[in-house]
């Protein structure tokens, strides 16, 4: 609400309280376009398909509650095949503060102090267990609601952001040509340390 700049005090309820956080958020950030856009991290899935059930009850599962709140749904579902490397990327970062950059190189979302990346590797095979639980999670997400998403690899995402975007627009009934038209506004963040920790990594648990 404090995101959105609602007051709390002007609903009576929570389900009118829910339905002006859904409304504003769609008007937001639907950006003068017919096409609002949502991400939603598997972290995050449980706290808000319970919001969903607050307003609608009696619809009969997850996938009937998004249509009534966002209308036709189209699920685009992004993972990453190299757990290790993600698993890695996000031990360097909660260590560094250092989340995301820009393409020109500058910060763009630092959450602590800077600080040295030092190796560890039980956090890492940690976030590689909760990772593989993750996508499992998803999966039968998906399954249970009958859903077939749309799946982008981090890796294509990576080596050709363009065609991952021409794709996404295809499948929403966007001409696909104007996925030229965008140019990545964020730069990797991985480098020599990260293909270290991997190649150490790999060498004390080579099962992995």
């Given at each position: 609400?404090?995101?959105?700049?609602?007051?709390?005090?002007?609903?009576?309820?929570?389900?009118?309280?829910?339905?002006?956080?859904?409304?504003?958020?769609?008007?937001?950030?639907?950006?003068?376009?017919?096409?609002?856009?949502?991400?939603?991290?598997?972290?995050?899935?449980?706290?808000?398909?319970?919001?969903?059930?607050?307003?609608?009850?009696?619809?009969?599962?997850?996938?009937?509650?998004?249509?009534?709140?966002?209308?036709?749904?189209?699920?685009?579902?992004?993972?990453?095949?190299?757990?290790?490397?993600?698993?890695?990327?996000?031990?360097?970062?909660?260590?560094?503060?250092?989340?995301?950059?820009?393409?020109?190189?500058?910060?763009?979302?630092?959450?602590?102090?800077?600080?040295?990346?030092?190796?560890?590797?039980?956090?890492?095979?940690?976030?590689?267990?909760?990772?593989?639980?993750?996508?499992?999670?998803?999966?039968?997400?998906?399954?249970?609601?009958?859903?077939?998403?749309?799946?982008?690899?981090?890796?294509?995402?990576?080596?050709?952001?363009?065609?991952?975007?021409?794709?996404?627009?295809?499948?929403?009934?966007?001409?696909?040509?104007?996925g030229a038209e965008f140019t990545p506004a964020t730069d990797k963040l991985a480098d020599s340390t990260n293909r270290e920790w991997a190649r150490r990594f790999l060498a004390d648990h080579p099962t992995h």
């Amino acid at each position: 609400m404090a995101y959105y700049d609602l007051d709390r005090s002007a609903f009576p309820d929570t389900k009118s309280t829910l339905r002006a956080i859904f409304a504003e958020a769609i008007h937001q950030r639907k950006a003068a376009t017919d096409i609002f856009g949502l991400r939603l991290q598997g972290k995050s899935r449980a706290f808000f398909l319970q919001q969903l059930r607050s307003l609608y009850p009696t619809a009969g599962d997850d996938l009937a509650r998004l249509k009534a709140t966002f209308g036709e749904v189209c699920f685009v579902y992004l993972n990453r095949r190299n757990k290790l490397e993600q698993a890695i990327s996000i031990v360097k970062a909660e260590q560094t503060g250092l989340w995301h950059r820009n393409a020109d190189g500058t910060e763009l979302e630092r959450l602590t102090p800077p600080a040295d990346p030092v190796y560890d590797p039980i956090a890492i095979a940690r976030y590689m267990a909760e990772l593989e639980e993750g996508d499992a999670a998803w999966r039968d997400w998906f399954a249970a609601q009958q859903i077939t998403p749309h799946i982008i690899h981090y890796e294509q995402l990576e080596n050709d952001p363009i065609g991952a975007l021409t794709d996404v627009l295809y499948l929403l009934g966007i001409d696909p040509a104007r996925g030229a038209e965008f140019t990545p506004a964020t730069d990797k963040l991985a480098d020599s340390t990260n293909r270290e920790w991997a190649r150490r990594f790999l060498a004390d648990h080579p099962t992995h």
